[in-house]
């Protein structure tokens, strides 16, 4: 779990994101998931954006891809939300939280 200060380090990293994901009409499809555990795997904070024709909110999303790939919500702002997940990788700057 992560603490508010965190959230907040979070939250200002992730300003200057481009959507790694964009999610069009249909719902989370296992493809989609594989997609985004791809891309916390590669940077640890992610943005996913959801068309305006998708059909579930972003919220919801939200909890569902951090239920189905452990990892923590950031935050959600109208059809976007960002997910944090320390990544094992070796050779990337990992996000120091401390």
């Known amino acids: 779990?992560?603490?508010?200060?965190?959230?907040?380090?979070?939250?200002?990293?992730?300003?200057?994101?481009?959507?790694?994901?964009i999610i069009g009409k249909?719902?989370?499809?296992?493809?989609v998931l594989e997609e985004i555990d791809r891309a916390l795997?590669?940077?640890e904070l992610v943005k996913?954006?959801?068309l305006k024709s998708c059909e579930m909110s972003a919220k919801?999303?939200?909890s569902e891809?951090?239920?189905?790939?452990?990892c923590q919500p950031?935050?959600?702002v109208g059809n976007r939300f960002v997910v944090y997940k320390f990544s094992d990788k070796d050779g990337?700057?990992?996000i120091q939280l401390d």
């Open 1 to 21: 779990m992560i603490t508010t200060k965190q959230r907040s380090k979070l939250k200002s990293l992730a300003n200057t994101l481009k959507p790694a994901v």
């Open 60 to 62: 919801s999303m939200c």
């Open 41 to 43: 795997y590669h940077n």
């Open 26 to 31: 249909g719902e989370l499809t296992e493809a």
């Open 65 to 70: 891809v951090c239920q189905a790939l452990d």
């Open 92 to 94: 990337i700057e990992h």
């Open 48 to 50: 996913v954006a959801a």
């Open 74 to 76: 950031v935050q959600v």
